[in-house]
């Protein structure tokens, strides 16, 4: 997540598209669902946007059960995650960055 913010996101892209994380895939598939709300919902350019903020949080375990030997049991834990992506336009993120008056 660190090597894309405050990228434009067409950078973003290309950065996921050559980094060999497991995770790349993933946050390139949401960027470009961000990017296509933000074209559909706000009339935005996706050549002008930027990727502002990213974050990953902890999402919800899952519990589930490894045979061990003499007919013990083990949980395993099933880790799950929570990613956000904030893009931005140009102007929105010059206003955020001019003090306030």
């Known amino acids: 997540m660190d090597l894309i913010r405050g990228n434009s996101v067409d950078e973003a892209l290309n950065v996921l598209r050559m980094t060999r994380k497991r995770a790349s895939p993933m ?19 996706p050549e002008d946007l930027t990727v502002a903020r990213t974050w990953v949080d902890n999402g919800p375990l899952r519990y589930t059960w490894w045979a061990r030997p003499r007919g013990m049991l083990a949980r395993k834990r099933h880790r799950t995650s ?3 992506i904030v893009i931005s336009s140009p102007e929105e993120s010059e206003e955020e960055q001019a003090p306030s008056q």
């Open 27 to 45: 946050v390139a598939k949401l960027l470009r669902s961000a990017v296509a709300t933000a074209a559909e919902r706000h009339d935005l350019e």
């Open 82 to 84: 929570h990613i956000s």
